[in-house]
């Protein structure tokens, strides 16, 4: 009669995905992992056939638990350039409330290079590809509602975004100033070419800075160091 598991895979993988996120894929040992989860080396193999096989299920379950959410909670509203405002807002807000700096475990995995696996490569290029794809969206309604130039390359703008993703993400680890990061959504955001005399473009105007107020007050606040400190359970929840 098979043995019944006193650890979930859930458990598992939140315990593993701490591990990968701080020492990354390659500097993770078969030790820390082990450590980490409470399993042995043979029962972490038994269930994820490899260290690859862990790393790939970790990230997956890392970039589903928030990074998909996100997309389909912004996709689902009525302000196109809006949702695109709140998912950079989003962003600058995640990277400023990690004390540690760690970053997004699927931009770190990404620059890796050469250290990356092949299924955590394809992996990383399909949720940054959902990503894109978002962009090219929300970019197309805002076209079609009249607030775009509809004669704009909705591709080409959309890869900008992605860029403008992954600097967000590489800066705040660097050097996390809240105000250097809202420079540069807002730059991106400005850049867009909107249609001239139009409606929908006074609106879209009329919209608040990147981060009101209370949020630049708390994001500097966190980003030196005087915010209260996340719990755990917190720290999980910083996706993307």
């Known amino acids: ?12 993988l939140e315990r593993a995905t701490d591990v990968f996120w701080q020492n990354g894929y390659v500097g993770a040992s078969l030790r820390d992992l082990t450590q980490a989860t409470g399993l042995s080396s043979a029962a972490l193999y038994h ?16 970039a589903d638990e928030g990074l998909l959410a996100r997309l389909a909670r912004l996709s689902a509203t009525s302000d196109p350039l809006g949702a695109i405002r709140d ?22 995995t990404a620059l890796d290079g050469a250290a990356m696996t ?14 894109e794809a978002f962009f090219v969206r929300r970019l197309e309604c805002a076209a079609a509602a009249g607030v775009l130039d509809p004669t704009v390359d909705i591709a080409t703008i959309a890869t900008a ?20 990061l809202r420079a540069l959504a807002d730059h ?3 850049s867009l070419p909107k249609r001239r005399n139009s409606k929908a473009k006074d609106l879209e105007d009329d919209r608040p800075p990147l981060l009101d107020d209370t949020q630049r007050t708390q994001s500097d606040d966190l980003s030196r160091g005087d915010g209260p400190p996340l719990s755990r359970h917190s720290r999980k929840h910083q996706r993307g």
Do not use: Q, W
Not at 118 to 131: I, Q, T
Not at 164 to 175: E, G, P, Q, S, Y
């Open 47 to 62: 269930r994820f056939t490899d260290k690859e096989g862990l790393f790939v299920a970790a990230l997956r379950r890392y």
């Open 161 to 180: 975004l992605l860029g403008t993703v992954f600097a967000i993400r590489v800066m705040a680890r660097l050097d996390p100033d809240p105000r250097r």
């Open 188 to 190: 991106a955001i400005a």
């Open 1 to 12: 009669m098979p043995r019944t598991r006193t650890l979930s895979d859930e458990t598992v």
């Open 118 to 131: 092949s299924a955590a490569r394809d992996l990383v290029r399909a949720r940054f590809g959902e990503v």
């Open 87 to 108: 998912f950079l807002n989003e962003l600058i807000a995640m990277s400023l409330a990690d004390p540690d700096h760690r970053g997004c475990l699927l931009v770190n």
